[in-house]
């Protein structure tokens, strides 16, 4: 009889501690009705009035803000649900027509930690008071239309760990200030108009993971202890005016997965140390530069490779030794285009690529053989250039085949295509149908 009263006791007891966890889960994960603090809507509000209307009105986010509601509901706003306070901003595309003002309502959301108006026609400077936000984490303004110099006090943003201004119109250096910014992980300023050397301040930050400046027109040698970056994982300074050598210590960051040169003024021989643990560069892009001399060997260590791009590389008329591109097996991408190399590129190499789809050799003497199969369908084919005579009978089968340019040859016959995806083929003066 006791035990029996005394289960029921011990039942009824969980059931009330479930009961009241299950309350206290209920009421603690309901946001209170009005979290928004009076200040934090002032001040979006005052943003908003600062960009008239468009005739895109509809896709503005801010189009949904209402004065007497809970700022922390409205579209593009995520508060602390602590304080209230708004943490994060993301108009991302929000048709926002006008200059960003020094005076900015923006600039009074001071804890904000992310923020981000890309793809916004802000045209005008951005404003030394972005440096006022010092809680930022998260910085987006790419395709913003922004010019001039960039505001020195970006280096107030000490928290800042992701900087994106892709697609502007900035000029002039980056400011030393930059090496404030000790956990920035994310740099990211590609096309735009940026000048000068690369900055010494970069090496400060040590945190950086990817480094983008594409398409700009910086200029000068590359450090020689680019190592000092030993978590970077992405870099790419292509189409740029760097000149000098390629830093050998660029290979020796042991998470570097993507390299990307491309369209420089770099020059001389390309001398790699040992390296000392194996590569996980997946990409190097080193094409459109003038580097010369012989094709080192130590790149047939960089087993994972799936993109590779040596185009206008001069050997200066010498002997290139093909066989060190049989190492890397996992190829999708190959461009040895205009090597300016006496030897013959020997279309079997590529036989046993299992996932080669890119290959571009114009302006090399190619030999393809009667009999040629390639385990990997071929998407896109550039042998323009390339001295052949006859039409390559293994692209008759490739039904893969999206992309071939075999201009500027000897072809005079007709050639049946099998490949309903081709879409872009160069001819010339030979004749080619598809089906």
């Known amino acids: 009889m006791h035990s029996c009263c005394a289960r029921k006791i011990i039942v009824w007891i969980l059931c009330l501690i479930f009961s009241l966890s299950h309350s206290i889960l209920v009421c603690g994960s309901s946001p209170p009705k009005h979290l928004c603090r009076q ?47 708004v943490a994060e901003l993301n108009l991302w595309g ?17 804890y904000l930690q992310s923020l981000n108006l890309g793809s916004n026609n802000l045209a005008g400077i951005l404003p030394d008071s972005i440096g006022d936000l010092k809680y930022l984490r998260v910085l987006g303004l790419s395709g913003c239309n922004l010019f001039g110099k960039l505001p020195s006090s970006l280096g107030n943003l000490s928290d800042l760990t992701v900087l994106e201004l ?41 945190e950086l993971t990817a480094i983008n400046l594409v398409s700009n027109q910086l200029e000068g040698t590359l450090p020689s202890n680019m ?6 994982e992405y870099f790419n300074v292509g189409s740029n005016l760097f000149s000098g050598s390629v830093p050998s210590s660029l290979f020796m960051i042991p998470s570097l997965t993507y390299l990307n040169l491309e369209r420089n003024h770099f020059n001389s021989l390309l001398e790699i140390g040992n390296i000392s643990s194996p590569s996980k560069l ?16 130590f790149i047939s260590k960089l087993v994972e490779l799936s993109s590779l791009d040596l185009s206008f590389w001069d050997t200066l008329r010498g002997d290139v030794d093909f066989s060190i591109f049989l190492h890397l097996k996992s190829l999708a991408s190959l461009d040895i ?8 590129v020997d279309m079997s190499l590529f036989s ?46 490739q039904t ?9 040859n000897q072809i005079n016959t007709s050639v049946v295509m099998e490949s309903p995806r081709i879409s872009v083929c160069r001819l010339f003066s030979e004749f080619i149908y598809w089906f």
């Open 94 to 110: 929000s048709s926002l027509n006008g200059p960003l003002r020094s005076s900015s309502g923006l600039f009074k959301l001071q």
């Open 282 to 297: 997946q990409t190097l892009i080193l094409g459109g530069n003038r580097l010369s001399g012989p094709i080192p060997g």
């Open 400 to 408: 893969s085949l999206f992309n071939l340019d075999i201009s500027q």
């Open 227 to 232: 190592s000092t970056f030993s978590k970077l």
């Open 39 to 85: 200040d934090q809507r002032d001040a979006l509000w005052e943003f908003k009035s600062e960009f008239p209307l468009s005739g895109m009105a509809a896709d503005e986010k801010t189009q949904t803000w209402r004065n007497n509601s809970d700022c922390c509901s409205w579209d593009g706003i995520t508060c602390d649900p602590k304080t209230g306070n």
């Open 166 to 206: 892709d697609g502007n119109g900035f000029t002039g250096e980056l400011p030393v200030s930059i090496r404030n910014l000790k956990q920035l992980t994310k740099l990211l300023i590609a096309s735009s108009k940026l000048s000068g050397n690369f900055h010494q301040a970069l090496l400060n930050l040590t």
């Open 352 to 397: 046993h690529f299992e996932s080669l789809s890119i290959l571009s050799l114009s302006r090399n003497t190619v030999k393809f053989s009667s009999t040629l199969h390639l385990v990997s369908p071929i998407g896109s084919l550039a042998v323009a250039s390339c001295n052949i005579s006859e039409f390559p009978k293994f692209l008759r089968t």
């Open 337 to 344: 285009s205009t090597l300016n190399t006496r030897s013959i």
